[in-house]
């Protein structure tokens, strides 16, 4: 399984852009990139998958270079309800096992 | 509708109990699982079953036996517990894709705090 590093922590002001960037140097050429967001209290949710380039829903966006060595999670304008814990997670193509690291707690100030 | 569903959502019990935590999904998935995430926020995988097969076994201890009484159902027993054991226990599920990684849906999670 590849293992993923992302920062422990970061903070932002409303309104702002926020990216989060997640290293995995030893992806193998099967494995997709996912993020899954959990607030306090709660079950993580899904955020959005990818495997090269961008990709972009009504949540996020996910930057993808070719080397596919890293991977940068976009959120657009955030708000305080954005405030939780991001995970980066690297996840073979058919696989049911999802190895979550420490991810990345994002606060968003006012 | 709630799409994964567990109860009791709060656990209070004292040390050498044994509990169970009951998973529902009615999203007509057909693999389930457990996860534990402990005091420092890890969340790792405990067990999962397809189709009320087990699929993933990792190093838990004895103690906890899942029990899937159809795909639609994963409950979770434990055995004599240990204060070790407290933590928050989310249950998840997706589908059987086969091809791309496929998304979990979590349940909102059961606190488990053994006295």
């Known amino acids: 399984l590849a293992k993923t590093t992302q920062p422990i922590s970061m903070d932002s002001y409303e309104g702002q852009e926020v990216n989060i960037t997640c290293s995995h140097n030893?992806?193998?050429?099967?494995?997709?990139i996912t993020w899954y967001q959990q607030f306090p209290s709660q079950g993580p949710r899904f955020i959005i998958q990818g495997y090269k380039t961008k990709v972009t829903n009504e949540v996020a966006s996910l930057f993808i270079p070719a080397d596919r060595k890293s991977s940068t999670l976009s959120l657009p304008r955030v708000s305080l309800s954005d405030t939780a814990v991001y995970y980066c997670?690297?996840?073979?193509?058919?696989?049911?096992?999802?190895?979550f690291g420490k991810g990345t707690k994002l606060s968003v100030i006012p | 509708d709630t799409a994964v569903s567990q109860t009791p959502k709060y656990l209070v019990t004292q040390m050498g109990n044994d509990k169970s935590i009951k998973c529902e999904q009615n999203?007509?998935?057909?693999?389930m699982y457990w996860y534990k995430q402990d005091s420092k926020k890890f969340l790792k995988i405990m067990f999962s079953?397809?189709?009320?097969?087990?699929?993933i076994n990792e190093t838990v201890p004895n103690r906890f036996s899942p029990k899937s009484p159809d795909k639609a159902h994963l409950n979770l027993h434990i055995n004599s517990l240990e204060l070790g054991d407290s933590a928050v226990y989310f249950c998840?599920?997706?589908?059987?894709?086969?091809?791309?990684?496929?998304?979990?849906?979590f349940g909102p999670g059961t606190r488990l705090t053994v006295l």
């Open positions: 997670l690297v996840v073979g193509a058919g696989s049911y096992q999802l190895t």
């Open positions: 999203l007509g998935h057909d693999t």
């Open positions: 030893n992806i193998a050429t099967n494995d997709y």
């Open positions: 998840a599920s997706s589908r059987q894709a086969g091809g791309r990684a496929d998304t979990q849906y």
């Open positions: 079953y397809n189709n009320k097969e087990l699929i």
